[in-house]
Antibody
């Protein structure tokens, strides 16, 4: 059974940093792209980052480019999201999701809440 | 960026009814379209991919259709467990983009 378990969320002040983690199991992690998708409270879904199988290629929307960094450790079947210079508009539930190039997000974690507020 | 326009924003229907949700892309996405269901308090789940392929374990009352820029999700014989929000998503290009969602309630 595919399982994705996020951790590392919490309350952080604007301008500070936070690092999210996602532990994957139930599939060969190194064979899949992985992604982060977020959802602001009572809002829709926004793709945040994607990383290739080896980690050599990463993709971001303009809203987080230069502030967020996605990374992975295939030996640990783990995905990460380093978030710097956080803004109030980054407040959201962050989901880890399994992915491939030109493929939907076929499995999602339960999500972790990030609140950016002073 | 490709804009995804989803309609309606909310929908109220009776048990057993057939409902349709529409999604329009701002340019051709070559059927690289998915539909997700999100029940309150839960994470999204993949329903349909490649515009019309049913994801594993999804009941056959769900179906998807469309091509080019116009796509739709149909739910036949609405069940109480179908109360949820539904989102479309294009994965033809980065940034992958989502529709704003449709909240489906029981009448």
């Amino acid at each position: 059974e595919v399982q994705l378990v996020e951790s590392g969320g919490g309350l952080v002040q604007p301008g500070r940093s936070l690092k999210l983690s996602c532990a994957a199991s139930g599939f060969t992690f190194s064979n899949y792209y992985m992604a982060w998708v977020r959802q602001a409270p009572k809002k829709g879904l926004e793709w945040v980052a994607t990383i290739s199988t080896s980690g050599s290629r990463t993709y971001y929307p303009d809203s987080v480019k230069g502030r967020f960094t996605i990374s992975r450790d295939n030996a640990k079947s783990s995905l990460y999201l380093q978030m710097n210079s956080l803004k109030s508009e980054d407040t959201a539930t962050y989901y880890c999701a399994r992915h491939r190039l030109q493929w939907p997000f076929d499995y999602w974690g339960q999500g972790v809440m990030v609140t950016v507020s002073s | 960026d490709i804009q995804m326009t989803q309609s309606p924003a909310s929908l109220s229907a009776s048990l057993g009814e057939t409902v349709t949700i529409e999604c329009r892309a701002s340019e051709d996405i070559y059927s690289n379209l998915a539909w997700y269901q999100q029940k309150p308090g839960n994470s999204p789940q993949l329903l349909i991919y490649d515009a019309n392929s049913l994801a594993d374990g999804v009941p056959s009352r769900f179906s998807g259709s469309g091509s080019g820029t116009q796509y739709s999700l149909k739910i036949n014989s609405l069940q109480s467990e179908d109360v949820a929000s539904y989102f479309c998503q294009q994965y033809n290009n980065y940034p992958n983009t989502f529709g704003a969602g449709t909240k489906l309630e029981l009448k």
